[in-house]
């Protein structure tokens, strides 16, 4: 029944357990993200031994932005050493490579449900940090602690969480029941809270009120939809008085400091004198230091990049990197904004191609809804590529070491959906 807060065995008929199998890989840390990036294109090579046909993909925006990390490798095997010019393509390619394995695993898995497999697969993630946590309570003594448990994946638990409530929001749809699929919601919405992460927390907000703002212009239950938002900021709201009257005070007055230094640390235009003035705001050091190098560099290099392996240069070095190692002379591959990262390395052009890649599934979205009328799979079209691009400012995004696998396989695999129902 799907109003049962039982889990009905059948729909695990339904799962992609290849997926569930990766997704536990990567939350246990067995393989490196280099490791793992080969096992997706060998997943992509296997899908198309067993079919016997390679398809082409009908993501078009995506091909200029492949074009042009091509481009940016070749410039960057003329200039740097191979190795970090590959160390560069580890960055940069396995969000492309993950949209294509998901509009693979569409055309192979048609009849299985790729939304049902990743509900499962964060069910599994809440329940690991749940044991973790319960594991290291009495090792538990500063808000960092707390972090590194609930930080385990905890971007993908955000996209995870933002196609669950679009399902929520469908009043016929469902992935495993009603009440199941808010127990999850609760459940996964608790984990978030927990993770103590600012950037998490700004990118659930955007996305579910992006949800609930569609829903109010397209869908036809309005007052349904107006019902459902009430309950989310409650539930949302009794998290957070929880969290705040259940945790120590030293943790809460520790959070506290961080949230009122947001500001400052994502400042790139304050007075950078000290390497502790650059460690109390990196996020802001690291955009200054990115800005005045781009604008020291050639017209040339501002429109199309220095190429990969190309490292931002930083003056301070904050006192641990220096110590473990990390940081090799004042040089950094990569910066927590995906879009400097690509201002120095592809430029202005290398900008509007990834902006490109990340806002076609929107257009194919909007498409979808004039075509088919509201849809989920339009609405996951549209809501998951502007998480992205807030994830892009905040914390790497599509540019980063450890890629979100959940974002590219839904992309790839509902482009997929989309693009078949048109034809």
Request: net charge positive; with cysteine.
């Amino acid at each position: 029944m799907q109003g049962s807060i039982t889990l009905d065995k059948t729909k695990y008929n339904e799962i992609i357990w290849p997926i569930v199998v990766l997704f536990f890989i990567r939350i246990h840390g067995f393989l490196s993200d280099e490791l793992m990036f080969i096992i997706y294109l060998a997943f992509i090579l296997i899908i198309i031994g067993f079919n016997k046909k390679i398809l082409i993909t009908k993501f078009y925006g995506m091909y200029p932005y492949i074009i042009w990390i091509a481009i940016m490798a070749l410039i960057g095997i003329m200039n740097y050493e191979n190795r970090v010019v590959a160390r560069d393509i580890f960055y940069f390619a396995p969000t492309v490579v993950l949209v294509i394995l998901g509009f693979y695993l569409f055309y192979t898995y048609e009849k299985k449900s790729i939304v049902k497999t990743f509900v499962l697969c964060g069910l599994i993630n809440a329940l690991h940090c749940i044991l973790m946590f319960g594991l290291s309570l009495g090792e538990i003594k500063v808000m960092q602690d707390i972090r590194d448990i609930f930080n385990c994946e905890i971007y993908e638990m955000c996209m995870i969480t933002l196609v669950l409530a679009i399902y929520i929001f469908d009043n016929e749809r469902v992935v495993f029941g009603k009440v199941m699929d808010v127990v999850l919601f609760i459940l996964f919405i608790g984990i978030i809270l927990m993770s103590f992460s600012r950037s998490v927390w700004v990118d659930m907000v955007v996305g579910i009120a992006l949800v609930i703002i569609l829903n109010l212009i397209f869908g036809a239950r309005k007052a349904k939809t107006y019902l459902k938002t009430s309950i989310i900021i409650i539930v949302a709201a009794l998290g957070v008085i929880f969290i705040y009257t259940a945790a120590p005070s030293h943790i809460i007055n520790d959070y506290n400091a961080k949230i009122e230094k947001t500001s400052d640390e994502i400042n790139e235009r304050q007075s950078f004198k000290t390497i502790e003035d650059a460690s109390n705001s990196w996020r802001g050091y690291e955009t200054y230091c990115a800005t005045k190098q781009w604008e020291k560099s050639p017209s040339i290099n501002q429109l199309f990049g220095l190429g990969l392996g190309k490292s931002i240069y930083v003056k301070f070095v904050p006192y641990a990197w220096a110590e473990k190692g990390m940081v090799k002379g004042h040089d950094i591959p990569l910066l927590h904004n995906a879009y400097y990262t690509m201002l120095i390395k592809g430029g202005i052009v290398g900008i509007i191609f990834m902006l490109l890649f990340c806002l076609y599934p929107l257009y194919i979205g909007i498409k979808s809804i004039k075509r088919n009328g509201f849809n989920d799979e339009a609405l996951i079209l549209i809501t998951l590529p502007i998480a992205l691009l807030v994830q892009a400012y905040v914390v790497r995004g599509l540019i980063v070491q450890h890629p979100n696998i959940v974002w590219g396989v839904l992309i790839g695999w509902f482009c997929g959906y989309v693009k078949k129902e048109e034809d």
